[in-house]
């Protein structure tokens, strides 16, 4: 038990358990090994981070912005000192390489705690005269606000809910993905030893229970979820029952475009960023690589090449750059997929199965070409490291077919001619977009998605309005005229 927490949930300030609850095992994807066993929280458990959540956010709310910042930035001062142990818990919890986690992970989550601990005392109302008469605003907290968490960036998306909820003045209940239970304690028990009061950022464990549990409470306000859109249908009607506030990080299939004028090596190199980093396993990922039919050939065989030459490993190993699949199921999941793709026709450029390691929940980084709109790689998530490549031959028909699509959360497009990449992300109906980049996602930038891929938006100064709600006050300066 290499990975063992102190207990299962962090709440009001300390390490709390309930051995009652049914066991969630936390294996290291590389191995198969179990490194943890949590439990799931039981009625009690999240009974005391609700009552203990709202208490503690009455006096938090009333806190002077610039004293919540301080706290905040001392966390993120401890998660930078601490970079290294935490990636190696980050990488254990989710097989994803060190290389990756010790500038990915926990750095983008420091990142969005100081944006926001430096941005909310810059949150002010606005005054609205009206020759004598005037209104104010003021911007609250909502309040309790859930965050719950997908298995992909597990401490990344408690910071990226964090941030801006505490800062903004409210309390945040977290439950992590059942797949990866561990690096949310290690946040809490951060903040707490920067100096937040107990209370305020509480994490506890579950499966779907816990989530609808936490969902559907009177005293939460705001619910925010990074998951499948399937599991947001449910998350966002249940929330909907209390109307309360939502935020919705889902799925995607995003199109990544690329034009024949375009700088191929880039391309290549993003369109693997974009399919391979984390394994595949990124919401955003360009998962539909539309290439112009005049560099086809050598987009595919540069791509064959490059793919080639991708280090699979064990992911402490800091030469590693592409670890297993986060588990089992996931394993399967993606196995069929590549099935699927060989039996309805796809071109197999590399890559097509399980690696070859003896142990873990491993595949090799792949591509398919000559996919079409209509085959199941080029309409459904897979989650994992598989390029699915179409042809195309014109701008207006690669709109309209990057565009058929229930999803929308982001899009790419590379071309030299920096007007016609403006004009097509005019047109592409997603929330983020890339011109001659890809995957990119700082948190000075809002991210989010449109269509089935979600609403609301994290990280910039859009999560403002997400954690926020306006108050309007009208003062009357002079008698009151009544006609009766
Ligand atoms: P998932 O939908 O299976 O689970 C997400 C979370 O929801 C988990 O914590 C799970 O326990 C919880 N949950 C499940 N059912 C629930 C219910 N009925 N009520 C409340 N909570 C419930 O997703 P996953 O497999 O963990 O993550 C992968 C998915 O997340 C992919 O679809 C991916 O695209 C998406 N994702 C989106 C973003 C984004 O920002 N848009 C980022 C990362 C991942």
Redesign the pocket.
Same mark, same amino acid.
């Given at each position: 038990m290499r990975a063992q927490p102190k207990a299962s949930h962090f709440v009001n300030g300390d390490y709390v358990e309930d051995t009652a609850g049914a066991a969630i095992e936390v294996v290291y994807p590389a191995t198969g090994e179990m490194i943890a066993v949590l439990h799931e929280a039981t009625p009690a458990v999240i009974e005391a981070a609700l009552s203990g959540a709202a208490a503690a956010q009455k006096a938090w709310g009333a806190t002077r912005p610039v004293e919540r910042a301080r706290i905040l930035r001392r966390a993120v001062d401890l998660i930078r000192a601490r970079n290294e142990e935490l990636s190696v818990l980050e990488t254990l919890d989710t097989g994803k390489p060190v290389q990756e986690t010790t500038v990915a992970d926990w750095p983008s989550g420091a990142d969005a705690l100081e944006y926001f601990a430096g941005l909310a005392p810059t949150v002010t109302g606005e005054t609205v005269p009206l020759g004598g008469d005037f209104v104010y605003t003021i911007r609250e907290p909502l309040g309790v606000c859930v965050g719950?968490?997908?298995?992909?960036?597990p401490s990344q *998306?408690a910071c990226w809910k964090a941030a801006p909820a505490l800062s903004l003045g409210n309390a945040m209940i977290f %439950?992590? =993905?059942?797949?990866t239970p561990l690096g949310a304690l290690k946040l809490a028990e951060i903040l707490v030893e920067a100096g937040l009061p107990a209370g305020l950022f509480n994490v506890v464990q579950?499966? !779907? /229970?816990v989530? !609808?549990a936490l969902?559907t409470d009177r005293r939460v306000a705001k619910v925010s @979820? /990074?998951? =499948?859109?399937? /599991? !947001?249908r %449910?998350?966002y009607a249940?929330a909907a029952e209390g109307i309360r506030h939502v935020t919705m &990080? @889902?799925? !995607?299939k995003s199109p990544l475009i690329v034009f024949d004028d375009a700088d191929v090596e880039s391309a290549i190199g993003a369109a693997m960023l974009g399919n391979f980093y984390s394994t595949g396993q *990124?919401?955003?990922n360009g998962t539909r690589v539309f290439v112009q039919k005049g560099i086809k050939e050598r987009f595919l065989s540069r791509l064959a090449e490059r793919t080639a030459a991708i280090r699979l490993g064990e992911p402490l190993d800091p030469e590693t750059q592409l670890g297993p699949l986060v588990s089992e199921a996931q394993l399967q999941k993606v196995l069929g997929y590549m099935q699927i793709a060989k039996a309805e026709g796809a071109r197999l450029i590399c890559g097509g199965d399980r690696a070859a390691l003896n142990t873990g929940f491993y595949v090799q980084p792949t591509a398919f070409a000559d996919v079409t709109d209509d085959m199941t790689l080029a309409r459904e &998530?897979v $989650?994992g490291p598989v390029m699915a490549i179409l042809d195309f031959e014109n701008e207006e028909e690669v709109i309209t077919r990057a565009n058929d699509t229930e999803f929308g @959360?982001a899009a790419g497009v590379f071309t030299a001619d920096l007007a016609r990449g403006h004009r097509v992300v005019a047109q592409l109906q997603a929330g983020t977009c890339w011109i001659n980049a890809y995957n990119l996602t700082p948190v000075e930038g809002p $991210?989010?998605?449109v269509k089935s =891929?979600?609403v609301g938006r994290?990280n910039s100064r859009a999560a403002v309005e997400h954690y926020t709600q306006v108050k309007s006050v009208y003062v009357g300066m002079g008698p009151v005229d009544a006609p009766y």
């Open positions: 719950i968490g997908a298995w992909n960036y *998306i %439950k992590p =993905s059942e797949v579950g499966r !779907g /229970t989530g !609808g969902v @979820l /990074t998951g =499948s859109v399937p /599991t !947001g %449910k998350v249940a &990080e @889902l799925g !995607g *990124i919401c955003s &998530e $989650f @959360l $991210f989010g998605g =891929s979600g994290e």
